[in-house]
Structures are given as structure tokens and as C-alpha cells.
Nanobody, 119 residues
Framework: QVQLVESGGGLVQAGGSLRLSCAAS????????MAWFRQAPGKTRDFVAG????????TYADSVKGRFTISRDNDKNTVYLQMNSLKPEDTAVYYC????????????WGQGTQVTVSS
């Protein structure tokens, strides 16, 4: 199991930027995939962005393409989500997630960090 701790959330005005961090500890693999999800009140938890170990495979939800950038520093066991041009509809709790390979579902989750974008 991998332990994940998110940080970097907060309150920002529309058009602003935030960078989220997710520190991983425990049993990690060189094949693992890290991702960010988000959940707004009353809505489902949705995929935002994902990145494989090498960083050579990155995917984004259509709603964040061109505004958000996911990256990782394997020496620090940390994944980041740079969020630019934030919109009120980006308001949600953001969760970091991990799975041991490109297959299967995410089986390790962080506690979440709140991002609030005011209009």
C-alpha cells in the first residue's frame, strides 16, 4: 500500500493559479501510475490527470486540457498538479491516487485538499 498526502489547496480568484503536491511513501513501483481526481459537492469523483513513472505517458480530462499540467519528481516521490486559468467550476476537493501499473483501478488515495475558485 502507498500512503499519499496532498497539499497546496486553497482559495483563489478566477484566472489565478495554484500548484498541488502529493507526497508518496511506502511501497512504490517503477511501473506505477499517479493521478489526480476531483469531487465537487453532490457530484461524482472525476479523473483530472494521470502520469506514468517515466512521465512519458500523460492524460488529461478535456475540461482541464491546456490549463493544468501534471508532473512528477521520482527522486522526491512527489507528483504535482499545476493549475492555471482557474475557473469557479474547478472548485472541488482534489485527490491524489496511485495504482501499481497501467492496468486495473487506483487502490491508494490521499485525504484530499480543497480548492475553491471565487468568481
Amino acid at each position: 500500500q502507498v500512503q499519499l498526502v496532498e497539499s497546496g489547496g486553497g482559495l483563489v480568484q478566477a484566472g489565478g493559479s495554484l500548484r498541488l503536491s502529493c507526497a508518496a511513501s511506502g511501497r512504490t513501483f517503477s511501473t506505477d501510475v499517479m493521478a489526480w481526481f476531483r469531487q465537487a459537492p453532490g457530484k461524482t469523483r472525476d479523473f483530472v490527470a494521470g502520469i506514468n513513472w517515466s512521465g512519458g505517458s500523460i492524460t488529461y480530462a478535456d475540461s482541464v486540457k491546456g490549463r493544468f499540467t501534471i508532473s512528477r519528481d521520482n527522486d522526491k516521490n512527489t507528483v504535482y498538479l499545476q493549475m492555471n486559468s482557474l475557473k469557479p467550476e474547478d472548485t472541488a476537493v482534489y485527490y491524489c491516487a496511485n495504482k501499481p501499473g497501467p492496468w486495473g483501478s487506483y487502490n491508494s488515495w490521499g485525504q484530499g485538499t480543497q480548492v475553491t475558485v471565487s468568481s
